[in-house]
């Protein structure tokens, strides 16, 4: 059994529990889960024992109702706690969120105290965070992540930092966790963190969940850099009409979210060719299915120039939702395994900006083969 905690009921949280439900009810097929029916945890042994959020207008209800709000076919929950209130730290300023965080009422270490005592009840495996896009600066050392904690610097800290660093105290007093970052906030990929999350028993995955266009886009960079072609330039945006895409109407936030997308090219060819990728814009009838558009401008033999041009339109969280049903189970592998710290060959595979930090992009079938290989299954294709 995997016992999980979410961090963030929103869309992509609500739609992979709503998702695991009807797995376990055999009601949908595991399309979308790359190693659907092949790990040793079957999706009935996950369970979902807590979740949490700063919407006032979800907490204090269960679990079933707050998802009900974005997939209607699901009214009831084989596991259906109450959303308890978390910490925000700005994190959803100018969203049409009430916000209510524990930080509201009590200082930072106070706060995180309050989430400890209260996991430590709950007992998860695997903590998912799966928060609202934040502006951060990562500490790079542990002294000035925990001098921040103890001065109650609010301004410094995002949410995010605030959940891994109460990880490490949680997995350190219960002997062992895990923590699942798929926003864009380094916690894989600072140094402060990995130290901390191998000191103290935690196993983290991260950074920044790859989904849609920015996965696609490697294979295609890879694609071109083993034929030996000379890529000129790269354009890559989408546009949705979700919460997150909302926040990143915020400058601060959109950064965030362009380097870990950004990322990919120099690590994918070698040389950081002129590009520009990153959300680039919020259009509320879209929804939650974004609008994605390629342009990859390239030279070949002798000269020639050629482009291509690809564009989709993408469930943006119904694909990282898939992608949940497997990291909290290879979270849980990893616990049992006590690899405690970043794991790259899961990070490859499932992150945008894979951790640690000096982890690169590469391409995605041989990400997917060494994840394979870490997992204890057999390589598919080499």
Same mark, same amino acid.
């Given at each position: 059994?995997?016992?999980?905690?979410?961090?963030?009921?929103?869309?992509?949280?609500?739609?992979?529990?709503?998702?695991?439900?009807?797995?376990?009810?055999? &009601? =949908? &097929?595991?399309?979308?889960?790359? *190693? +659907? %029916? &092949?790990?040793?945890?079957?999706?009935?042994?996950?369970?979902?024992? %807590?979740?949490?959020?700063?919407?006032?207008?979800?907490?204090?209800?269960?679990?079933?109702?707050?998802?009900?709000?974005?997939? $209607?076919?699901?009214?009831?929950?084989?596991?259906?706690?109450?959303?308890?209130? %978390?910490?925000?730290?700005?994190?959803?300023?100018?969203?049409?969120?009430?916000?209510?965080?524990?930080?509201?009422?009590?200082?930072?270490? &106070?706060?995180?105290?309050?989430?400890?005592?209260?996991?430590?009840?709950?007992?998860?495996?695997?903590?998912? #965070?799966? $928060?609202?896009?934040?502006?951060?600066?990562?500490?790079?050392?542990?002294?000035?992540?925990?001098?921040?904690?103890? #001065?109650?610097?609010? @301004?410094?800290?995002?949410?995010?930092?605030?959940?891994?660093?109460?990880?490490? *105290?949680?997995?350190?007093?219960?002997?062992?966790?895990?923590?699942?970052?798929?926003?864009?906030?380094?916690?894989?990929?600072?140094? +402060?963190?990995? @130290?901390? +999350?191998?000191?103290?028993?935690?196993?983290?995955?991260?950074?920044?969940?790859?989904?849609?266009?920015?996965? !696609?886009?490697?294979?295609?960079?890879?694609?071109?850099?083993?034929?030996?072609?000379?890529?000129?330039?790269?354009?890559?945006?989408?546009?949705?009409?979700?919460?997150? !895409?909302?926040?990143?109407?915020?400058?601060?936030? #959109?950064?965030?979210?362009?380097?870990?997308?950004?990322? =990919?090219?120099?690590?994918?060819? %070698?040389?950081?060719?002129?590009?520009? =990728?990153?959300?680039?814009?919020? *259009?509320?009838?879209?929804?939650?299915?974004?609008?994605?558009?390629?342009?990859?401008?390239?030279?070949? !033999?002798?000269?020639?120039?050629?482009?291509?041009? =690809?564009?989709?339109?993408?469930?943006?969280?119904?694909?990282?939702?898939?992608?949940?049903?497997? *990291?909290?189970?290879?979270?849980?592998? +990893?616990?049992?395994?006590?690899?405690?710290?970043?794991?790259?060959?899961?990070?490859?595979?499932?992150?945008?900006?894979?951790?640690?930090?000096?982890?690169?992009?590469?391409?995605?079938?041989?990400?997917?083969?060494?994840?394979?290989?870490?997992?204890?299954?057999?390589?598919?294709?080499?």
């Amino acid at each position: 059994m995997v016992k999980v905690l979410i961090l963030g009921q929103g869309y992509v949280a609500s739609t992979f529990v709503a998702g695991l439900e009807k797995l376990k009810k055999g &009601e =949908i &097929e595991p399309y979308g889960v790359p *190693l +659907a %029916g &092949e790990l040793p945890i079957d999706f009935k042994d996950i369970r979902i024992v %807590g979740s949490y959020d700063v919407d006032r207008a979800k907490i204090g209800k269960k679990l079933s109702e707050v998802v009900s709000q974005y997939w $209607c076919d699901v009214n009831s929950l084989s596991d259906d706690p109450v959303v308890s209130t %978390g910490v925000h730290l700005g994190s959803v300023k100018n969203l049409p969120i009430e916000a209510e965080g524990l930080e509201d009422s009590m200082t930072l270490k &106070e706060a995180i105290e309050r989430l400890v005592d209260e996991w430590s009840k709950l007992d998860p495996d695997v903590i998912v #965070n799966t $928060c609202t896009t934040e502006a951060f600066k990562p500490f790079g050392n542990k002294e000035e992540l925990l001098k921040a904690i103890e #001065n109650n610097d609010k @301004e410094r800290l995002t949410a995010t930092q605030v959940y891994a660093y109460a990880a490490t *105290l949680y997995a350190k007093k219960r002997g062992g966790a895990a923590f699942v970052n798929v926003i864009p906030t380094y916690i894989a990929n600072d140094p +402060a963190f990995v @130290e901390l +999350a191998k000191g103290n028993n935690l196993v983290v995955f991260g950074d920044d969940g790859a989904t849609g266009a920015t996965p !696609f886009t490697a294979d295609v960079l890879s694609h071109l850099a083993q034929r030996n072609r000379y890529v000129k330039d790269v354009a890559q945006f989408n546009i949705g009409g979700n919460m997150d !895409f909302l926040a990143l109407t915020d400058e601060g936030k #959109n950064k965030s979210k362009e380097f870990t997308k950004s990322s =990919i090219v120099k690590d994918i060819l %070698g040389y950081d060719a002129p590009h520009y =990728i990153k959300p680039t814009g919020y *259009l509320e009838p879209l929804g939650d299915k974004k609008f994605i558009a390629i342009h990859i401008e390239y030279t070949s !033999f002798n000269g020639a120039t050629d482009e291509l041009m =690809i564009s989709g339109r993408i469930n943006d969280s119904p694909a990282l939702g898939g992608l949940l049903v497997d *990291l909290v189970r290879l979270g849980k592998i +990893a616990l049992n395994r006590k690899e405690y710290g970043t794991v790259y060959p899961v990070n490859a595979f499932y992150m945008k900006n894979p951790g640690p930090f000096e982890g690169k992009n590469i391409p995605r079938i041989i990400a997917y083969e060494k994840m394979r290989i870490w997992a204890g299954l057999k390589p598919k294709w080499l």
